[in-house]
Nanobody, 121 residues
Framework: QVQLVESGGGLVQPGGSLRLSCAAS????????MGWYRQAPGKQRELVAT???????NYADFVKGRFTISRDNAKNTVYLQMNSLKPEDTAVYYC???????????????WGQGTQVTVSS
């Protein structure tokens, strides 16, 4: 089975930085796409950034120039470097992966448990 385990959330002052990590496990799966979504209280979950195994990235407009997504394919780990954080970045950040089974290439989305990011002075 697939497990996504996030780490790196916490409390940071406006203008500060945090780095989120998400490690995927599941030796019989190919983690084609990995990424981050977030959900603030009372709001819908929204895309933050994604990256494919080939390195293609996609960012939400509200994080362009501030956040950087990267991944280590050998470790099946995705990172989100968040700089110039704003109070409106406060949310639970969820790791996501679209993974395919090697055996039959059937794919589906998987989610982590989420990690809280709070930006406040």
């Amino acid at each position: 089975q697939v497990q996504l385990v996030e780490s790196g959330g916490g409390l940071v002052q406006p203008g500060g930085s945090l780095r989120l990590s998400c490690a995927a496990s599941g030796s019989t799966f190919n983690f084609y796409s990995m990424g981050w979504y977030r959900q603030a209280p009372g709001k819908q979950r929204e895309l933050v950034a994604t990256i494919t195994s080939g390195g293609s990235t996609n960012y939400a407009d509200f994080v362009k120039g501030r956040f950087t997504i990267s991944r280590d394919n050998a470790k099946n780990t995705v990172y989100l470097q968040m700089n110039s954080l704003k109070p409106e970045d406060t949310a639970v950040y969820y790791c996501n992966s679209f993974a395919r089974r090697y055996s039959d290439y059937v794919g589906q989305n998987y989610w982590g448990q989420g990690t809280q990011v709070t930006v406040s002075s």
